[in-house]
């Protein structure tokens, strides 16, 4: 099968998946006893029983589950999410708001993963056994081990509340792209990019360790190759692939991290939103950052996997 | 090499040198004098390695401290009797001793301190494995077992069962389990069996891809073909020969999920959306102290009720991972290749 053909294949293939993403997402929250309908109700004990079908029905809350999943889908596809019943604000305009924040955070510990973990796994595969690589071997361990929510609240502890470098929240939030807010990005950024630069660490240093056993490396060496270009060209190449294998699942991690790490640092991104949509119970909103969190997880899925695909010729489409 | 004829004369051959270098696999020649089973052969393994057994010594005492903490009683009879914890998790010590008070540094009477609300920290924080060690525990066990029989049956069967059973799979994988348990426990409240509930709904699917994956490879071995040839039902198959040859990867799984169980039922209660407010389980205990320490010092930081409690998570979910660890090494789970065995 030709790359292409993998390609395509791979695309068709998640159309079934998205699917069964928008079931799970509306089936979930339409088992919630009470809806937001309800609850407007209850705050409000005037409000009569014809009255209270008439708000369902506008909200679209009235008939059976099926059509009501049609209703949503067809609104969704169109790119209406509906509006958050006690603001009346739109769904869309308040993802949209929340996005940038939880995409410069998710960046952040990205970047922080990659130019800590490389470095290091490659150092570590170098000299393995050695006392350095012990001590990283453990600091890895300790990276996956570690809660995200108590690494932010330590960091907190140290970096604000001891040594005063920074605000324990940011005193008035500056806009996003202010270059003092990069200053405000470091704790939560570290925080959410703790987890990934562990698991690359030891991704890094087991698949190094492993290429290095390999014929060809053997090979550069006995054609009088420095080590160092051994090292850096051949054998970094070869293990960056078992790096991207990793990324789409990291990338999971950093999405679920990002509504802990969010709601410890105050940070207003989608995570935080998505905090205060399920103690507020307002459905559309839930339903909208859910639905939303698929579908980037299986896109960063696919890409992941057309990537290893371009990256590793030796792979067998199939 | 037959350097004997004199045809190839090899020079600089060091026959020392090369006895000395370490052998590439972990063969060894006691190995060679009789089979010994895989597990045999990997719980030697296991027990050599320490940090693996530093990890299960770590959660043995955790989980026992916590077993021992305060008596409990089964429907009002008196199963365990020991009370390790020097107060009740709940007691508010103040009303009995007024001079005790609220946030108390540690001290000998009270070496955690004492949190917001002036309970014994140290109390709490024995107590307070109960909640997420168990958990952890409980949801593994339900979830490895539904999930390996899920992937065994997706796997062994092929075809369009394989297909409809694998999509699935490949939606629950598109949610973090996080926030698949978040929505749950929006819906349902918070709550022990809840938050169980929580973790098992979606968790299996991990275990049921990676079974498939290994139950692909197993089926074509000789010996299920010879367990169908002699007339052995489909289940049997599945449970007597394909399940327990794709246990070391569940194994090496199932030990590294407990963590991953217990840091997420912590989240949960960390976000205020796990047990009830003012349990005396880990990630609720730091939910407590949060607003605290955002709010900035007024006067001495109370330190010890954010540090002690997450360092239990820390130390209990680190150990899982160094047993973890242990039991890939042990049981080559990932057999790669020579010279990756029993190292690492």
């Known amino acids: ?318 | 090499m037959s350097t004997e004829r004199g045809r190839i004369r090899i020079t600089g051959f060091e026959a020392e040198r090369v006895e000395e270098r370490d052998s590439l696999s972990d063969w060894e020649a006691e190995s060679g004098t009789g089979t010994e089973s895989r597990w045999r052969r990997g719980l030697r393994r296991f027990k050599r390695n320490r940090s693996a057994m530093l990890g299960i010594a770590i959660v043995v005492v955790m989980s026992l401290l916590a077993i021992l903490s305060r008596p409990i009683t089964v429907g009002g009879v008196l199963v365990q009797p020991i009370s390790l914890a020097p107060h009740a998790p709940t007691d508010i010590l103040y009303l009995q001793n007024p001079s005790v008070g609220v946030y108390d540094p540690p001290s000998l009477a009270y070496p955690m301190g004492t949190d917001g609300s002036g309970r014994d920290l140290f109390s709490r924080l024995l107590y307070g494995g109960r909640f997420s060690i168990s958990i952890g525990f409980i949801v593994v066990a339900l979830t490895a077992s539904f999930g390996a029989v899920y992937g065994a049956v997706s796997g062994y069967y092929g075809g369009w069962v394989d297909e409809v059973m694998m999509r699935i799979v490949d939606t629950i994988f598109a949610f973090p389990s996080l926030i698949l348990a978040l929505i749950i426990v929006a819906i349902l409240g918070g709550g022990y069996w809840q938050l169980v509930l929580a973790f098992t709904l979606f968790g299996w699917a991990g275990y049921g891809r990676l079974v498939r994956g290994e139950v692909l490879s197993i089926k074509e071995n000789e010996y299920v073909l010879a367990a169908k040839a002699l007339g052995a039902k489909d289940r049997s198959v599945i449970f007597r020969h394909v399940i327990p040859n794709a246990m070391p990867p569940l194994l090496v799984l199932a030990s590294l999920n407990i963590g991953t169980v217990v840091i997420g039922v912590a989240a949960l209660g960390f976000l205020g959306l796990g047990m009830p407010p003012g349990t005396a389980e880990w990630g609720t205990m730091l939910d407590a102290t949060r607003q605290t320490l955002i709010q900035g010092p007024g006067g001495a930081i109370p330190w010890w009720a954010t540090v002690y409690p997450g360092l239990a998570i820390f130390l209990f979910v680190m150990s899982m991972n160094m047993i973890g660890d242990g039991i890939n090494d042990a049981l080559d789970a990932q057999e790669t290749g020579v010279g990756r065995g029993g190292e690492e």
């Open chain 1, 1 to 318: 099968m030709s790359l292409r053909r993998f390609i395509l294949n791979r695309v068709l293939s998640i159309i079934p998946i998205l699917f069964g993403v928008s079931v799970i997402t509306f089936g979930l929250v339409h088992l919630t006893p009470g809806d937001p309908i309800s609850q407007m109700v209850a705050l409000n004990p005037e409000v009569t029983a014809s009255q209270e079908a008439q708000l369902r029905a506008r909200y679209g809350l009235d008939g059976p589950v099926w059509q009501q999943y049609l209703t949503w889908m067809g609104n969704v596809l169109t790119g209406d999410f509906g509006t958050v019943i006690r603001t009346n604000r739109e769904v869309s305009a308040i993802v949209l708001a929340r996005l940038p924040e939880t995409i410069a955070l998710g960046l952040f510990g990205w970047a922080f993963a990659l130019l800590i973990a490389i470095p290091t796994g490659i150092y570590a595969a170098v000299n393995k056994d050695a006392f350095g690589d012990t001590v990283s071997r453990f600091i890895a361990l300790s990276g996956i081990s570690i809660p995200n929510f108590w690494l932010g609240l330590m960091l907190i502890l140290v970096g604000a509340l001891w040594l005063g470098w920074w605000p324990v929240l940011a005193p008035s939030r500056l806009p996003l792209y202010h270059p003092q807010m990069l200053w405000y990005l470091i704790l939560p950024g570290l925080t959410i990019g703790t987890a990934a630069a562990a698991s690359i660490m030891r991704v890094m240093r087991t698949s190094m360790t492993e290429e290095m056993n390999k014929e060809y490396v053997t090979a550069a060496r006995a054609k009088g190759l420095p080590e160092r270009q051994v090292v850096l060209k051949h054998v970094l190449r070869n293990s960056l692939i078992s790096v991207v294998t990793l990324a789409a699942t990291l990338t999971a991690g950093i999405v679920a991290g990002s509504v802990v790490v969010e709601t410890v640092f105050n940070w207003p991104g989608l995570g935080r939103e998505f905090i205060q949509a399920i103690t507020a119970r307002e459905v559309n909103l839930i339903m909208a950052i859910t639905l939303f969190t698929g579908v980037f997880i299986i896109l960063a899925n696919l890409l992941a996997d057309i990537l290893y695909a371009v990256l590793d010729p030796r792979i067998r489409y199939d």
